[in-house]
């Protein structure tokens, strides 16, 4: 018995410094009053497509609403990566309100995706496949798992080639994932959760661990593809993403997003969490009190956060 108190005591003596740092709790709904503004490509995207916002939005949360076996998915794929439900939900509503238009049923997203196997191409640029580029000693020295891996490969990008002409090449002043990821068109994401195949390969070693599905190849364009199209798949890349946002947050900021879904989507829709929790840590750095703020889609799902709740 004493030796179990001693025991005790020292699991305690070594859990107290974490508990004295333990991340603060980022208030729930809004910092603004009023929405941000919408970007201009997002509402010519809607213009052109002759409807509205509101009518996108009600679309989605209507597919939701009448699909319980969606629900489900959703609700067993957060409790397997660590979340509330509703970051998901926030997520692919923020994504459909603001980017796409959703389709009727859920079925037509296996379809979508079904519609891509057996495609052949290739991420590359100008003949250059994404393979034979990241051989090159620039980025000799990105290791770690996959998402500190591709993180790496995209800053040595933005640092040494973005806009530049290396070794006779001049490459576009674009982001990484534009230029390499994208065969069809730039900005081109899919499926439910509108994920981003570069996104998806930084997620691709949390998903394997979490879910069990096997680890995507950047030689292999069509598997990637398929993976964030496939709703049995891609909702895992969503939780991943939506995680990894958290955990950044709360290890580097020192913030607690957890509760607040506005901020998770608002994280889900920029991207960058890591850079953007080292730029509120800075901020913080004095001792006063700077809250990450949501963007125009986070401050719809905050708006939102009682209808869409109840469809959970």
């Known amino acids: 018995m004493r030796r179990f108190a001693f025991s005790l005591l020292i699991s305690c003596a070594l859990l107290a410094p974490t508990l004295s740092h333990a991340a603060t709790m980022v208030p729930s709904g809004n910092r603004n009053a009023e929405q941000p503004a919408i970007p201009g490509a997002s509402v010519r995207r809607t213009k052109a497509g002759k409807t509205s916002f509101d009518q996108k939005y009600e679309k989605i949360r209507d597919l939701l609403a009448s699909d319980k076996k969606?629900?489900?998915k959703i609700k067993s794929t957060a409790n397997a990566y660590g979340i509330a439900p509703i970051h998901i939900v926030g997520a692919l509503v923020g994504e459909h309100t603001y980017n796409v238009d959703?389709?009727?049923?859920?079925?037509?997203?296996?379809?979508?995706?079904?519609?891509?196997?057996?495609?052949?191409f290739r991420f590359a640029y100008d003949g250059?496949?994404?393979?034979?580029?990241?051989?090159?000693?620039?980025f000799a020295g990105c290791k770690?798992?996959?998402?500190?891996?591709?993180?790496?490969?995209?800053?040595?990008?933005?640092?040494?080639?973005?806009g530049k002409s290396v070794g006779g090449k001049s490459y576009p002043d674009n982001r990484f994932s534009a230029v390499f990821f994208q065969p069809f068109y730039a900005g081109q994401t899919f499926g439910l959760g509108q994920v981003n195949p570069l996104t998806a390969l930084m997620m691709s070693d949390m998903v394997s661990r979490t879910s069990g599905l096997p680890k995507l190849d950047e030689n292999d364009a069509g598997e990637v593809y398929r993976a964030i199209m496939d709703p049995d798949q891609s909702l895992a890349f969503t939780a991943a993403i939506i995680r990894k946002s958290i955990d950044d947050?709360?290890?580097?900021?020192?913030?607690?997003?957890?509760?607040?879904?506005?901020?998770?989507?608002?994280l889900y829709n920029i991207g960058n969490s890591k850079a953007r929790a080292r730029a509120l840590a800075a901020k913080n750095a004095g001792g006063a009190t700077v809250w990450p703020e949501e963007n125009y889609y986070g401050w719809l799902i905050n708006d939102k956060l009682a209808e869409l709740q109840a469809l959970l």
Do not use: H
């Not at 790496?152 to 990008?157: H, K, Y």
């Open 70 to 72: 969606l629900i489900a």
């Open 102 to 120: 959703a389709y009727d049923r859920l079925q037509s997203y296996y379809v979508k995706a079904a519609s891509y196997a057996g495609n052949s």
């Open 128 to 138: 250059e496949s994404i393979a034979d580029f990241i051989k090159r000693p620039e």
């Open 144 to 162: 770690g798992d996959s998402y500190e891996l591709w993180t790496c490969r995209e800053d040595i990008w933005d640092a040494k080639f973005r």
């Open 249 to 266: 947050y709360r290890k580097i900021a020192g913030m607690d997003i957890s509760r607040n879904p506005g901020l998770t989507a608002t």
